[in-house]
């Protein structure tokens, strides 16, 4: 465990594709105990099964509890500074298209500007990201 983070460490080469999934849900102490986490299946897919973690943090985010938010977004931080192309693919495609999915936050009062301030540097960079939250990058 990284020592400032609590993130586990990875491979001597990096952060891989397959990683990211296990890395997100270790930052996240409640996403193992939710109902989203039981729809997660290795058949899904990682691109599948991380909408699931990206509605978990919509609902956490309604419901004020963001206690891991800095945890997870370390761990975004780091796959798209270390990631493979892969890794960091799956994260820009997949969780930040999910996170900013309009149509994820139907049932809640938020909105994906919302999370703009667990957002951290490389995050501000994404250009969808930077787009959809109107970010100078």
Same mark, same amino acid.
């Given at each position: 465990?990284?020592?400032?983070?609590?993130?586990?460490?990875?491979?001597?080469?990096?952060?891989? $594709? =397959?990683?990211?999934?296990?890395?997100? %849900?270790? +930052?996240?102490?409640?996403?193992?105990?939710?109902?989203?986490?039981? !729809? /997660?299946?290795?058949?899904?897919?990682?691109?599948?099964?991380?909408? $699931? =973690?990206?509605?978990?943090?919509?609902? %956490?985010? +309604?419901?004020?509890?963001?206690?891991?938010?800095?945890?997870?977004? !370390? /761990?975004?931080?780091?796959?798209?500074?270390?990631?493979?192309?892969?890794?960091?693919?799956?994260?820009?495609?997949?969780?930040?298209?999910?996170?900013?999915?309009?149509?994820?936050?139907?049932?809640?009062?938020?909105?994906?500007?919302?999370?703009?301030?667990?957002?951290?540097?490389?995050?501000?960079?994404?250009?969808?990201?930077?787009?959809?939250?109107?970010?100078?990058?």
């Amino acid at each position: 465990m990284c020592p400032c983070c609590g993130i586990p460490p990875v491979s001597q080469d990096g952060i891989e $594709y =397959l990683d990211v999934l296990p890395l997100l %849900r270790g +930052a996240s102490t409640t996403f193992a105990r939710s109902f989203d986490s039981a !729809a /997660v299946d290795p058949d899904n897919g990682e691109y599948v099964n991380i909408t $699931y =973690l990206v509605r978990h943090l919509i609902g %956490r985010l +309604a419901a004020r509890r963001t206690e891991d938010f800095p945890a997870v977004f !370390a /761990v975004v931080e780091r796959v798209l500074a270390d990631g493979d192309q892969e890794a960091q693919s799956l994260m820009v495609a997949g969780f930040f298209e999910d996170l900013l999915n309009v149509d994820e936050y139907t049932d809640t009062i938020c909105q994906p500007s919302d999370f703009g301030p667990w957002l951290g540097p490389r995050a501000r960079r994404v250009r969808s990201v930077a787009s959809a939250l109107q970010i100078d990058h």
